[in-house]
């Protein structure tokens, strides 16, 4: 990215240069001076992860900054940077940048892990423990310290005897032999509640299994749906209402109209997800979806949403991220002509972050005449600008772009109610 681009990010931000590496920058699969420049000037805001992202995205003779800022973890934080760093699955330092962390942490750090990073040591299989009671009364050591021998491998057939794994006591089982052949009853003919006591209703027409809502009727059930405040509830009102006959459509429009008018829940996000099958389906219902989401600033429900969407064919990717982008699209267009800048950077923030499809791409110009009527800042134009420029670089994986753009909002926006 330009230094211009990446300027209006973290304006859109407000101002976190970590959240625009994070989200932004470091999703780049390469990255440009400008690139580099921002991350070692902010480079002591960046975790541990970020810093390897950093590297892995920098030819060896530019990894100097890289190396100081890791250095400097390894100070300030040495648990840290053994745990997240020496430790990291697959890492390898080239013998250059062991020399050069090697002299920057030299006599900084505690000795073990000065000799660790002395030795170019990173990440070893550790041999499985057994542990037994030590012979001296010293509590559990390893089988391996008090001279046992290892347990033998069981044969991956061997069957699994769980009852000797809970420590069960035979003797407090229910006996089985009482019961009718056939009929599955540790209890004979009488049923769990006779034999203790207790009414517990029975097969049909008892209290036990009667109809949570029976005596409501169906437009009292919808007008729940819409006003109720328990999320639970409101989907099972959903269900008995499908079990009434209700057409789906009205159910749908019920539904997605509670995210609007009562308090966002996931079990109701939920039961809105799961009708959502079919790239038709996102299409008719998921512009509302994504709208009442957003508009009401219901961000865990959407990072939920979006990832419960991870390893759906490549066409409903498509559609749902599709029905996200036309949502993020037409709030920023309104927050535009509203000249609401935060809101309208925001959209724009995570438009850039997720990509497009060939859909959304088709808008962008109505989004340009819009900055161009409302003679809108130049770094919302910036941001513009940077939207169409990605829009040919989505990543492979969707799903990821879209939570990235839930995380851009997040940041940008809060939570709200």
């Known amino acids: 990215m330009k230094k211009a681009e990446i300027d209006a990010l973290v304006l859109a931000h407000r101002g976190s240069a970590r959240a625009v590496a994070f989200l932004h920058v470091l999703r780049q699969a ?71 962390l090697a002299n920057l942490v030299r006599g900084k750090v505690p000795p073990a892990l000065e000799a660790r990073i002395e030795r170019r040591e990173t990440r070893a299989p550790a041999p499985a423990a057994v542990f037994a009671p030590s012979p001296h009364g010293e509590g559990l050591r390893s089988a391996h310290e008090v001279g046992l021998p290892l347990p033998p491998t069981p044969p991956a057939d061997e069957p699994v005897d769980l009852a000797s794994m809970f420590d069960l006591d035979d003797a407090s089982a229910p006996d089985a032999s009482g019961s009718k052949e056939g009929d599955g009853s540790f209890f004979g003919g009488d049923s769990l509640g006779d034999e203790l006591g207790l009414d517990l209703g029975g097969d049909e027409g008892d209290p036990l299994f009667a109809d949570p809502f029976a005596g409501l009727t169906v437009e009292d059930a919808f007008e729940k749906v819409k006003t109720g405040t328990n999320g639970d509830e409101r989907a099972m009102l959903l269900d008995w209402l499908a079990a ?81 982008g036309h949502v993020l699209i037409d709030v920023a267009g309104d927050a535009i002509k509203e000249k609401d800048e935060a809101r309208a950077a925001a959209m724009l923030a995570a438009l850039s972050a997720q990509g497009a499809t060939d859909e ?58």
């Open 30 to 100: 390469s990255l440009t001076p400008d690139d580099h420049s921002f991350l070692a000037e902010h480079a002591h805001e960046l975790t541990s992860a970020d810093l390897l992202r950093w590297r892995a995205r920098t030819v060896s003779a530019d990894r100097t900054p890289i190396l100081v800022a890791l250095a400097k973890l390894c100070e300030d934080k040495p648990a840290e940077f053994e745990h997240e760093v020496l430790n990291a699955p697959g890492l390898s330092f080239e013998d250059r940048e062991w020399e050069t």
């Open 244 to 324: 009434q006959g209700a057409s789906a459509e009205r159910l749908m429009s019920a539904a997605l109209a509670s995210l609007h008018q009562g308090p966002v829940t996931s079990p109701v996000v939920a039961w809105i997800g799961k009708r959502l099958a079919s790239k038709a389906d996102w299409e008719t219902n998921g512009h509302g979806l994504f709208l009442a989401l957003v508009q009401r600033r219901a961000f865990p429900e959407l990072q939920e949403l979006v990832a419960q969407g991870a390893g759906d064919s490549p066409e409903l990717a498509e559609a749902r991220l599709a029905a996200f």
């Open 360 to 417: 959304t791409r088709k808008r962008f110009g109505a989004l340009k005449q819009a900055l161009h009527e409302a003679n809108a800042s130049a770094y919302l134009v910036t941001l513009v600008d940077l939207v169409v420029q990605h829009a040919h670089t989505r990543s492979e994986n969707p799903t990821e772009g879209m939570i990235a753009a839930v995380h851009t909002l997040s940041d940008v926006l809060g939570s709200g109610s």
